[in-house]
């Protein structure tokens, strides 16, 4: 039965992405209007702050949906829904083709060897015993995603973000996951799993 979710929902996620990119932005335009990011992302994308997101090199379909969800309050942040209700609709896949277009920096991690050994467990395994199903399923082996099901790059991310996000999910603070996917998952981790996890996922090449 989980295989034929996951199959329905990659097949409703590769529709989404030719959706998506039916127009594919200019990064140089993109660039042009990526002054507002800045401050958060940096210019590049890689941000330096653990809470904020790196989003360079991240899949342009992916950002695109995430700008529009925030533009139509699908997702929800202090910061972002602001910023990007008063760019105009025709700027978002410039800014998504800009930001892809960047060279993601390599992920850093404080953790213990024990820790990231969990991680790694949670992210190829899972936990049969709770039904928490593992990350490779969607992200990949190196933590690349699955661009054509806009499953999404996470390898290199900053660990506090990545916690924050799964929290979010577990919570249903955050839910623009297709399928809920990721509310699913989330809902079946431990504090422990969610940290670990987010801690092994830092440690994925970036490139």
């Not at 660039?31 to 991240?58: F, T």
């Not at 404080?110 to 190829?124: C, D, M, R, T, V």
């Not at 990721?182 to 440690?203: F, L, P, Q």
Request: hydrophobic fraction near 40%.
């Amino acid at each position: 039965m989980k295989k034929l979710v996951l199959i329905a929902v990659a097949t409703l996620g590769m529709s989404m992405s030719a959706s998506l990119l039916a127009e594919p932005g200019d990064p140089v335009r993109g660039k042009e209007l990526s002054s507002p990011c800045v401050a958060c992302h940096q210019a590049d994308g890689n941000s330096v702050v653990p809470a904020w997101p790196k989003i360079a090199g991240k899949d342009e379909a992916y950002l695109l949906k995430q700008l529009r969800d925030y533009k139509a309050g699908r997702r929800s942040h202090a910061l972002m829904n602001p910023q990007v209700a008063v760019l105009d609709e025709e700027d978002l896949p410039h800014l998504a083709a800009y930001f892809a277009s960047q060279t993601p920096a390599p992920g850093r991690t404080a953790a213990s060897a024990e820790k990231l050994a969990l991680g790694k467990q949670i992210y190829f395994g899972g936990n049969t015993a709770t039904g928490v199903a593992a990350c490779v399923a969607c992200h990949g082996p190196n933590g690349k995603g699955n661009p054509a099901a806009v499953f999404p790059s996470v390898s290199a991310q900053h660990g506090v973000y990545t916690l924050d996000q799964l929290k979010q999910f577990r919570d249903g603070l955050r839910a623009n996951d297709p399928g809920r996917m990721m509310r699913n998952v989330a809902g079946r981790m431990t504090d422990e799993e969610m940290s670990a996890v987010a801690e092994y996922i830092a440690t994925l090449p970036a490139k």
